[in-house]
């Protein structure tokens, strides 16, 4: 063991969560497993924390196995205690994660910023010749170089997942449930958010979701100051092969309401035909309650 850690039980009191965890812990069906594995066999390896203010610890690795112990009923967990800095614990943090079967879009996008950042502090400030302003040097420094080669991405695929925490928290979960492809979500990064909601809004009406063209369509004429609502729903509105017929409708109480077993292309007729029968109704009560 090295000097400056130990192996102790530490009260699940005294342990709060990191700052800013980039990883879901989620109480599902994985949850449900490790605690049952716990109860049976214990805790096979102990969770990583590191000293800071008033008698606290701070979780560097084990934030799921943390929570299953509390699910499990215990007050203690074995912890290994380590003396590290901020940007130490973070680098520690990310890497053993990374390291997990399955890791969601979000979850790279904010750890591998994470992770950047907290080299570039130790390395420097950034260059001049920054070639992202809106976010760390991704070309030909050391950090990023380090972090390609240890999770086997490439340097440009980094990038890509560090664009993706300018999305809007709704578009973030398309990516992670694989309804938005990773190009045209990078693409969708560089929009403001209130284009982006647009956009969400289109993507409803219209069942569909952009393109890769079409994101970069967009980039574009937001670039050349024209993006505006309108042409997000042109945009949005143009057929795609394997595209669901849309509804006529933008509110689904419309579309609900209207039999299954009528097609959509008989939709408007079946609600003016509707409407037609109802008015007839009217009328009828109206006469009858002058008579």
């Not at 408007?268 to 109704?281: L, P, Q, T």
């Amino acid at each position: 063991m090295a000097e400056n850690e130990m192996l102790t039980d530490v009260p699940l009191t005294q342990i709060r969560d990191f700052l800013h965890h980039p990883y879901l812990v989620k109480d599902d069906e994985s949850m449900d497993e490790l605690v049952e594995s716990i109860k049976e066999r214990g805790l096979i390896q102990p969770v990583i924390i590191r000293p800071v203010e008033d008698g606290m610890y701070e979780m560097v690795s084990g934030h799921r196995r943390k929570r299953a112990f509390e699910i499990a009923g215990y007050d203690k967990i074995p912890a290994r205690v380590k003396e590290m800095s901020r940007d130490e614990a973070i680098l520690s943090m990310v890497d053993s994660n990374l390291q997990r079967e399955t890791v969601l879009p979000s979850e790279k996008a904010r750890a591998y910023k994470m992770r950047l950042d907290a080299l570039r502090r130790q390395a420097g400030r950034p260059t001049k010749n920054n070639s992202d302003p809106t976010g760390p040097n991704l070309t030909g420094t050391r950090s990023n170089t380090e972090l390609a080669a240890e999770v086997k991405e490439s340097e440009t695929q980094i990038k890509r997942y560090i664009r993706l925490n300018y999305l809007v928290p709704e578009m973030l979960d398309l990516v992670d449930e694989g309804k938005v492809a990773m190009r045209p979500a990078v693409e969708i990064s560089y929009l403001p958010e209130e284009i982006q909601y647009d956009l969400l809004e289109a993507m409803e009406y219209n069942e569909a979701t952009p393109s890769h063209d079409q994101t970069i369509r967009m980039r574009k004429a937001y670039q050349e100051g024209n993006l505006t609502t309108e042409v997000v729903e042109n945009i949005m509105e143009e057929p795609k092969p394997n595209q669901r017929e849309k509804s006529p409708f933008r509110d689904k109480r419309i579309e609900g309401a209207i039999p299954k077993g009528v097609p959509k292309e008989k939709y408007c007729d079946f609600v003016i035909k509707a409407i037609e029968f109802y008015n007839r109704y009217l009328e009828r009560v109206k006469e009858n309650r002058s008579r």
